[in-house]
Antibody
Framework: QVQLVQSEAELKRPGASVKVSCKASGYTFSSCGISWVRQAPGQGLEWMGWISAYNGNTDYAQKFQGRVTMTTNTSTSAAYMELRSLRSDDTAVYYC???????????????WGQGTLVTVSS | DIQMTQSPSTLSASVGDRVTITCRASQTISSWLAWYQQVPGKAPKLLIYDASSLESGVPLRFGGSGSGTEFTLTISSLQPDDFATYYCQQYNSSSPGTFGQGTKLEIK
C-alpha cells in the first residue's frame, strides 16, 4: 500500500532553516510528483510547490519562491522540502502528498503524509 | 493567480440530510478541480478529482459536479463520519495548487 512517512516535529529559531523529509513506499516513486502543503494552526491548506520525481522539475508557489527548495532522492524514494529564513508565521503542519502530476506540473493529491509540525519561536 | 471561494464557510446539518458545498474559481479552470475532506488532527483525504470523478474507496453518497468557474460537492445523506472540513483545490496548469478557504460541516 502507498505510504508517505514524514520526519519528526521541529522547533526552530527565527531566521533558521528547516528541512522536512518524506519517505515514499508502495509505488514506483518516479511515476508521480510530490507536492508540499502547509496548514497554520486553525487555518486552511496552502500549497507550497511541486517536484517531479521523474525529472526533478519544480514549480513553487510565488509566495515561497527564493525561500524554498524541493528535492528528491530517487534511490531512496524520498522527497525533501527546505524552507529558509523562518519567521513565526511559518509555524504550521507541513504535509507532503503524492501528486498525480509527474511531468508537466502539479495536479491533485491522492495520498498524504502524516504531517510534520514546524514551530518557529525564539 | 486563480482564487477559489467556497460557500458557505460553515454549514450546520443533521445525519441523513443532503448538503451541497459550492466552490467558485476567479477564472475558468475547465474541470481541473478536486475536493478533500479533513478531520481535525489528520491529513486531508481525496474525495473527488476532475470535478466529478469519485476517488476509489470513497462512498457513493459523495458527488461532484460543475465546470468552468462553478463547482459543487454534494453529500446525499450525511453520516456521522462526514462531519469534517471540506476543501476544493484547482489544478489549472497555468496556476496550480490553490485551495478554497474551507467549509466546516457541523452537527446541527
Amino acid at each position: 500500500q502507498v505510504q508517505l512517512v514524514q520526519s519528526e516535529a521541529e522547533l526552530k529559531r527565527p531566521g533558521a532553516s528547516v528541512k522536512v523529509s518524506c519517505k515514499a513506499s508502495g509505488y514506483t516513486f518516479s511515476s508521480c510528483g510530490i507536492s508540499w502543503v502547509r496548514q497554520a494552526p486553525g487555518q486552511g491548506l496552502e500549497w507550497m510547490g511541486w517536484i517531479s520525481a521523474y525529472n526533478g522539475n519544480t514549480d513553487y508557489a510565488q509566495k515561497f519562491q527564493g525561500r524554498v527548495t524541493m528535492t528528491t532522492n530517487t534511490s531512496t524514494s524520498a522527497a525533501y522540502m527546505e524552507l529558509r529564513s523562518l519567521r513565526s508565521d511559518d509555524t504550521a503542519v507541513y504535509y507532503c502528498a503524492r501528486d498525480l502530476g509527474h511531468y508537466y506540473g502539479s495536479t491533485y493529491f491522492d495520498y498524504w503524509g502524516q504531517g510534520t509540525l514546524v514551530t518557529v519561536s525564539s | 493567480d486563480i482564487q477559489m471561494t467556497q460557500s458557505p464557510s460553515t454549514l450546520s446539518a443533521s445525519v441523513g440530510d443532503r448538503v451541497t458545498i459550492t466552490c467558485r474559481a476567479s477564472q475558468t479552470i475547465s474541470s481541473w478541480l478536486a475536493w478533500y475532506q479533513q478531520v481535525p488532527g489528520k491529513a486531508p483525504k481525496l474525495l473527488i478529482y476532475d470535478a466529478s470523478s469519485l476517488e476509489s474507496g470513497v462512498p457513493l453518497r459523495f458527488g461532484g459536479s460543475g465546470s468552468g468557474t462553478e463547482f459543487t460537492l454534494t453529500i446525499s445523506s450525511l453520516q456521522p463520519d462526514d462531519f469534517a472540513t471540506y476543501y476544493c483545490q484547482q489544478y489549472n496548469s497555468s496556476s496550480p495548487g490553490t485551495f478554497g478557504q474551507g467549509t466546516k460541516l457541523e452537527i446541527k
